[in-house]
């Protein structure tokens, strides 16, 4: 899969990379997993994402890339033969595609609702949004 993006920064074009977040699917089976990387226009790292877990649940995850910023930026997720899920399969199915915004304050208020210390686990939305709501009403957003 490729995705083409945008990934200038019109507001902070100074910044040497912008936030692109990749929400993809997590269970545990038939799951696999994929190499995120730049494959032409930006330059970021290589970013394995593991579609299986072994909770009995299926959930979407995000995970962050921080490409250079660039008018045509080629991100690549290819599929790896290699596979944690205990019937080796390969399936990776990708939810959505987020570029720009504060990651770090979704991830200041993702902490403050969970305790987590990565992005990198389950949301509870409801809290995010409520926090969110709440930093806009007092004017800290």
């Not at 008018?71 to 019937?87: F, G, N, P, Y």
């Not at 993702?110 to 949301?123: K, M, W």
């Amino acid at each position: 899969m490729r995705l083409v993006l945008n990934t200038t920064r019109i507001g902070n074009p100074e910044a040497a990379t912008m936030d692109v977040q990749i929400a993809y699917l997590k269970s545990y089976m038939h799951m696999g997993m994929v190499v995120a990387r730049c494959a032409s226009g930006c330059s970021c790292e290589d970013l394995k994402i593991n579609g299986h877990h072994d909770s009995h649940t299926s959930t979407v995850f995000l995970v962050q890339l921080r490409p250079s910023q660039a008018d045509r930026c080629v991100i690549e997720l290819e599929v790896l033969q290699e596979s944690k899920s205990k019937d080796q399969e390969h399936k990776f199915k990708v939810t959505g595609v987020m570029v720009g915004g504060d990651w770090d304050m979704v991830s200041r208020l993702h902490a403050s609702c969970l305790g987590c210390r990565s992005v990198v686990c389950e949301c509870d939305w409801a809290c995010l949004c409520k926090q969110v709501l709440l930093r806009v009403s007092e004017g800290n957003l």
